[in-house]
């Protein structure tokens, strides 16, 4: 099994940009071994509130989220579920 504590802190110290008042990740790779596709990339849910979300559509707060993880697509993440909180 991968050990993505680095990655799972790489991955805050991204998303800080943000500066989310709430912040969860949780690494779901092991329920998702043998996907033959991820080729040992993560599988991750991210939960995040920020105040850059206000007044932006989803699309616009996944964007966001996206450029702040940018390069990690998709050779360590392969996978990233968001939910977004009280936007």
């Known amino acids: 099994m991968i050990n993505n504590d680095n990655l799972i802190q ?13 912040l969860t990740i ?14 040992g990339a993560g599988h991750f849910k991210l939960t995040i509130d920020s105040e850059q979300f206000k007044g932006k559509d989803i699309l616009s707060c996944h964007r966001l989220i996206y450029n702040a993880l940018g390069d990690l697509f998709p050779n360590r993440i392969h996978a990233l579920r968001i939910s977004l909180l009280n936007r």
Do not use: I
């Open 10 to 22: 790489l991955m805050e110290e991204r998303l800080a940009s943000l500066k989310p008042s709430q």
């Open 26 to 39: 949780r690494d779901d790779t092991r329920l998702h071994e043998g996907h033959h596709e991820s080729l």
